[in-house]
Nanobody, 123 residues
Framework: QVQLVESGGGLVQAGGSLRLSCVVSGRTFSANAMGWFRQAPGKEREFVAA????????AYTDSVKGRFIIFGDNAKNTVYLQMNSLQPEDTAVYFC????????????????WGQGTQVTVSS
């Protein structure tokens, strides 16, 4: 059973940075791709970024390109989301998710989900 546990959320001022972590346990081929999603109050959950443990270029939604970086540490079974130049519109609950491939995650389809971590950016 694949389990995902996020951490690293918090309150930060606009322009600041945060790093989210997602520890993966019970990893299988069905969790080859890891991604981050977010859901702001009153809005639908949206794709943020994803990568594949097997390699290839990460994928990002346009609004975070150049500000957020997704990367993984195979030895620690952990995927990170480095968030820089944060803005109030980045405020949301951030979820880690896993599925077979990055394109599937980009469609919003996660096979496994974490519980979420709150990120609040003050202006």
């Amino acid at each position: 059973q694949v389990q995902l546990v996020e951490s690293g959320g918090g309150l930060v001022q606009a322009g600041g940075s945060l790093r989210l972590s997602c520890v993966v346990s019970g990893r299988t081929f069905s969790a080859n791709a890891m991604g981050w999603f977010r859901q702001a109050p009153g809005k639908e959950r949206e794709f943020v970024a994803a990568l594949a443990w097997s390699g290839g270029n990460p994928a990002y939604t346009d609004s975070v390109k150049g500000r957020f970086i997704i990367f993984g540490d195979n030895a620690k079974n952990t995927v990170y989301l480095q968030m820089n130049s944060l803005q109030p519109e980045d405020t949301a609950v951030y979820f880690c998710a896993a599925n077979l491939a990055v394109p599937v995650l980009r469609l919003g389809v996660g096979k496994y989900w974490g519980q979420g971590t709150q990120v609040t950016v003050s202006s």
